[in-house]
T-cell receptor
Framework: QKEVEQDPGPLSVPEGAIVSLNCTYS??????FMWYRQYSRKGPELLMY????GNKEDGRFTAQVDKSSKYISLFIRDSQPSDSATYLC???????????FGTGTQLKVEL | GAVVSQHPSWVICKSGTSVKIECRSL??????MFWYRQFPKQSLMLMAT?????????EQGVEKDKFLINHASLTLSTLTVTSAHPEDSSFYIC????????????FGSGTRLTVV
């Protein structure tokens, strides 16, 4: 079993739809949770981050963490074609330690 | 702030030659940098953690003699792929962490290596 599981997709949605992306994990030591967006042949860019359990909202993006279920989500409202990318969840234990990534979900938002 | 520059963005080399990839933190000092490898439609696989002034820590299964990492200053880490083979063709990405920021993992733009 992988330490972080993420459905690779691809996920195709119409413009304006609400997108739900999810990851599950097995390591209870993870405290820091991040979502990265990666466009083709580019490095990942940090989109959202949360510490421990809870919700965080930033514009059209909402990140949720449920540590009791070891489950994290990223919601994208009013999705746009420019949101088409691969979304990677990442987790860490803090203290400058390495991040563990999910496989990434490929999202395509169609006109 | 917190920009990481990676160079080159792509490189083609012949089998048996060595290739050096540079990763620079432009506006901050990075005690720790990370090197990843990514295959098409797959996630980032951590190869090694690079620590300024000391030896890199390699992940299990990564050949340290093949993937040489040097972190000689607080703003520069290099990855040298030695005696490259076609199976080394991949997308290599570096990341640097902003000190004191548990979320501050900034990534370079990646290097596409093709070995022919």
């Amino acid at each position: 079993q992988k330490e972080v599981e993420q459905d690779p997709g691809p996920l195709s949605v119409p413009e304006g739809a609400i997108v739900s992306l999810n990851c599950t994990y097995s390591n209870s030591a993870f405290q820091y949770f991040m979502w990265y967006r990666q466009y083709s042949r580019k490095g990942p860019e940090l989109l959202m981050y949360t510490y421990s359990s809870g919700n965080k909202e930033d514009g059209r993006f909402t990140a949720q963490v449920d540590k009791s279920s070891k489950y994290i989500s990223l919601f994208i409202r009013d999705s746009q074609p420019s949101d088409s990318a691969t979304y990677l969840c990442a987790m860490g234990t803090g203290g400058g330690n390495k991040l563990t990534f999910g496989t990434g979900t490929q999202l395509k938002v169609e006109l | 702030g917190a920009v990481v520059s990676q160079h080159p963005s792509w490189v083609i080399c012949k089998s048996g030659t060595s290739v050096k990839i540079e990763c620079r933190s432009l506006d901050f000092q990075a005690t720790t940098m990370f090197w990843y490898r990514q295959f098409p439609k797959q996630s980032l696989m951590l190869m090694a953690t690079s620590n300024e002034g000391s030896k890199a820590t390699y992940e299990q299964g990564v050949e340290k003699d093949k993937f040489l990492i040097n972190h000689a200053s607080l703003t520069l880490s290099t990855l040298t792929v030695t005696s490259a083979h076609p199976e080394d063709s991949s997308f290599y990405i570096c990341s640097a962490r902003v000190e004191g920021n548990n979320y501050g993992y900034t990534f370079g733009s990646g290097t596409r290596l093709t070995v022919v």
